[in-house]
């Protein structure tokens, strides 16, 4: 796809200081721009490369001032980033604006399906599904049957979206995501062996969630594994049956979550965070990379360490502990110092 500077400028109501028919076709870092490229200046410390770039195309704000010959065409806006921003959406939009259904590709005829929908190929539509409008679901994705999907979802390839699921409007789902497998549940028996015990339950997605890729979700045991509006998962997390996590919370890759928790709103948890099952983390609670939470959290809390503790009482026991070899040593000397009696 190419672009002349004219239609920039249109898009992000920016002026030009140049060439208005300069085409670019694809994005740059200001220092690595190329002919054909579009690029942005927003940092000052990255002033000097706006005389050095040979991207076509550069983004400035609307206060910048050259001080030598520049053979790049500029487009000046109120913010530089905020607009670079704007552009990355409209261009994504574009990039992805695909429809129509591709073949080979498997849909129940007891399925429905919205208007404006994109189903690639090999992809498979299970019996009673239903596809809101403006759906957009990749190749090799799975959607199993009896699974609801809102409007305005995107579901990349290779994901697979298990029965009884519900996904809520505006949600984005990565590659290789699975929603709704079962929940890790066994019985022990006397003889050592495990029982299965069945996983009937189901997921339920609101509204504008995103989704990693490679991230699981599993199915309730009885009831629902819920994720409300807004959540944001990366990549490579694992969220156990009948779990529950608040509106709009955000968790960082390769977190694990244990059954039956219940995770409040406008939570941050970091990676590599392990939560223990059947406990609750309140609202608005920071919990740092690497911290291992085996118990119920108040509500804006920070927490630190495995197991957790305070996120500030974390760091001044770090500082000791760093320290702790020269605390042995300085305790050494005071006891050789004292003196000895008979019974010590």
Do not use: W
């Not at 220092?31 to 050095?52: A, D, H, M, R, V």
């Not at 999907?149 to 990349?156: H, R, S």
């Not at 740092?288 to 118990?295: L, M, N, S």
């Not at 197991?307 to 005071?334: C, E, M």
């Amino acid at each position: 796809m190419k672009f002349t500077a004219q239609q920039i400028a249109d898009i992000l109501d920016g002026t030009i200081e140049g060439n208005p028919d300069a085409e670019v076709h694809k994005l740059s870092k200001i220092e690595e721009g190329k002919k054909g490229s579009l690029t942005f200046l927003s940092n000052p410390k990255y002033t000097s490369y706006i005389y050095q770039t040979e991207a076509s195309i550069c983004i400035v704000n609307n206060s910048f001032e050259n001080t030598q010959p520049i053979a790049t065409t500029l487009i000046k806006v109120e913010d530089s980033y905020e607009a670079f921003s704007k552009l990355l959406e409209v261009y994504n939009q574009i990039k992805l604006d695909k429809k129509g259904v591709e073949t080979p590709s498997s849909i129940s005829e007891s399925a429905v399906i919205g208007e404006n929908i994109y189903i690639g190929a090999f992809a498979f539509i299970g019996e009673n599904a239903t596809l809101g409008k403006n759906v957009k679901i990749y190749p090799n994705v799975y959607i199993g049957d009896n699974v609801t999907i809102g409007d305005y979802v995107t579901i990349f390839p290779g994901s697979k979206i298990y029965s009884e699921t519900q996904i809520g409007s505006h949600c984005t789902i990565h590659s290789g995501a699975i929603i709704g497998a079962d929940g890790f549940g066994f019985s022990p028996s006397d003889n050592g062996e495990y029982s299965k015990i069945p996983q009937i339950g189901n997921v339920i997605i609101e509204d504008h969630v995103d989704i990693g890729a490679g991230t699981t979700i599993d199915r309730a045991t009885l009831g629902s594994t819920i994720i409300r509006k807004g959540v944001k998962l990366d990549n490579q997390i694992q969220i156990a049956h009948n779990v529950e996590i608040g509106e709009h919370t955000a968790i960082a890759a390769q977190t694990g979550i244990a059954g039956s928790t219940k995770v409040g709103k406008n939570c941050l948890i970091g990676g590599q965070v392990g939560v223990a099952g059947h406990i609750k983390i309140g609202d608005r609670v920071k919990i740092q990379a690497q911290t291992g939470v085996g118990r119920n959290v108040k509500d804006d809390e920070a927490i630190q360490g495995s197991p957790a503790f305070g996120y500030s009482d974390f760091n001044k026991s770090y500082v000791h502990f760093r320290n702790f070899p020269k605390i042995v040593n300085r305790l050494d000397n005071i006891e050789k110092q004292l003196p000895k009696d008979e019974n010590n």
